[in-house]
């Protein structure tokens, strides 16, 4: 017989909510004139994101596995991970509001200057605003998904939007158009590789629910060639979203060309959703095998710390660096996944947190530094950025130095908690790897500050913009984070300690 899903709504809220904005945002879209258009969006966007993260935190509290029948769990990582997701995409949409990122170069329109310049500051990309909340909506799935049905949909919900606001860079149009199609080959490949996957997986359970397969993993006798190979291609998935090598190839790429606040929006959301799954995955479905596949992410990891760092130090592209960057930490987030503990879910939910607003305020500082012709990302031409606007210069040293684990700043915190829990799970190599990485990364780091601080300008086109009101609260933020859970981690470690449940 045919039930009607029992579906739990109050649950659900924060993801309905989301979408519901995104829907409405479409409608904006098709009814609404372009003299209100940007306004409404954005207003829309930042209300969406504002009500679903406050009514995560009403729901913080709650377990419960039958939000959606049994695809859907909501506990209390599932909710901080909701929660940081929102917070993060809240922050990231307030750089989205430089609308110069999405608009054609005056150069490239017909016409005299003035009338390009005219019709240039009339072009609005505001189809974004509900691209990205459809793509938020997919984030907040991912980590809480408990069937690989639903994991799946959540993947190609967060990613397909992911792929479209990739090439809407105007500005540098044949380069974001051009990273928007390797993400979006590479990226349908690696859904492939993720569905095939969990097609072995059914066929070793039976079932599409994680906690069936966790219970059929751990039965004595039976046959896992299935249950490997599932584990094996589910892995190639889900190390593409999170960027780890071998499979990190579109980063740089993707990130150079991008947007600007999408690359902050994606580098920063995207690992929250995509770890957050992975634990998910890797504790209640295969956790009962964690000997086999754990040799492989500790070799994932080595490699991923070692190769993003050794690959930063030659760039001269300051978002291709800061993509390597992101690849780095990557593999100190896998240190994470490898311990398989409280303490290894703990240390990576406050690592996200503290590398996504750092990462969020950076890549929204290289949208201020500019020429006559847009954004400079060649770090030769930053000389002397110190003296021409110490405050911007003085906050991306900050993020910088919280990427490179400087005591005093989140980052710290977080790598001395990610290498404490990789010792303690017995993973000495990705401790002592770790630590020689983040020694190399300091020094691509310190490069930049150098080149702010103490080099005299070289190139008197650059400068840097004012920021908007939203632009700089959204700088702010991230700055007073970075810099508070530095020195008073407690405030979210304790959080993040008493909400690491997950149901099994």
């Known amino acids: 017989m045919l039930t009607t899903p029992a579906l739990n709504y109050n649950l659900l809220a924060p993801i309905l909510i989301v979408l519901g904005g995104a829907l ?29 993260l406050g009514w995560v935190i009403s729901i ?35 750089f989205f509001t430089q609308n110069d990122h999405f608009a054609p170069q005056a150069s490239a329109l017909p016409g005299s200057v003035e ?37 799946f949909v959540a993947l190609e919900v967060l990613s397909i939007p992911l792929y479209i606001i990739t090439g809407l860079a105007r500005r540098r149009r044949l380069l974001s158009q051009e990273a928007a199609l390797k993400y979006f080959l590479l990226g349908a490949y690696s859904s492939a590789f993720f569905l095939f996957g969990g097609a072995f997986l059914y066929g070793f359970s039976g079932s599409l629910s994680l906690g069936v397969i966790r219970t059929a993993a751990a039965t004595p006798g039976s046959n896992h060639i299935f249950l490997f190979l599932g584990v094996l291609f589910m892995s190639v998935g889900l190390l593409f979203k999170v960027g780890a090598v071998p499979f990190h190839s579109w980063t740089p790429d993707v990130y150079q060309g991008a947007p600007t606040p999408v690359t902050g929006f994606m580098a920063a959301c995207t690992k929250v959703a995509a770890f957050g799954a992975m634990f998910r995955i890797f504790i ?29 130090i030659v760039q001269r592209d300051v978002k291709r660096t800061l993509a ?10 896998l240190a994470g996944v490898i311990a398989l503990s409280k303490a290894g879910l703990t240390s990576m939910m406050f ?8 990462t969020i305020g950076a890549f929204g500082i290289v949208t201020l530094v500019r020429d006559s012709t847009g954004e400079v990302n060649d770090l030769n031409r930053w000389a002397g950025l110190g003296k021409k606007s110490p405050g911007i210069a003085t906050a991306f040293a900050l993020f910088l130095m919280s990427f490179g684990g400087i005591p005093l700043t989140a980052g ?56 908007s009101f939203l632009v700089s609260t959204g700088i702010v933020i991230c700055f007073a984070i970075t810099l508070v859970l530095g020195v008073y981690p407690n405030l979210l470690f304790n959080l993040a300690n008493t909400m690491t449940t997950l149901v099994p």
């Open 351 to 358: 690592y996200l947190v503290a590398y996504g607003f750092a």
């Open 324 to 333: 390597y960057s992101s690849i780095t930490h990557a593999g100190f987030l």
């Open 115 to 151: 009338e390009a310049e005219a019709i240039r500051a009339g072009v609005q990309m505001t189809e974004i605003y509900p691209l990205v909340l459809f793509a938020v909506s997919g984030m907040l799935l991912f980590p809480v998904a408990h069937d690989l049905i639903t994991l």
């Open 60 to 94: 913080h509290n709650v377990t419960s596995q039958s939000a959606a029948v049994d695809s859907v769990s909501i506990d209390g990582g599932g909710l901080f991970m909701q929660g940081a997701i929102l917070a993060l995409a809240f922050v990231a949409l307030l």
């Open 284 to 312: 209640v479905g295969f956790g009962a095998i964690q000997t086999d596949w754990r040799p492989l992410f500790v070799g994932v990891a080595i490699v991923t710390m070692a190769g993003g760092a050794i690959a930063a």
């Open 24 to 52: 409405l945002g479409v409608l904006v879209e098709g009814f609404i004139g372009k003299a209100y258009r940007a306004r409404i969006q954005i207003v829309i966007a930042l209300a969406s994101i504002a009500a679903a």
């Open 412 to 467: 710290f915190i977080a790598k001395f908690s990610i290498f404490t829990a990789a010792y303690a799970s017995g993973n000495i190599a990705i401790v002592v790897v770790g630590v020689l990485s983040s020694a190399i990364a300091l020094f691509f780091y310190l490069r930049v500050v150098l080149i702010m601080f103490f080099k005299e300008p070289t190139d008197e086109t650059v400068t840097v913009a004012v920021p």
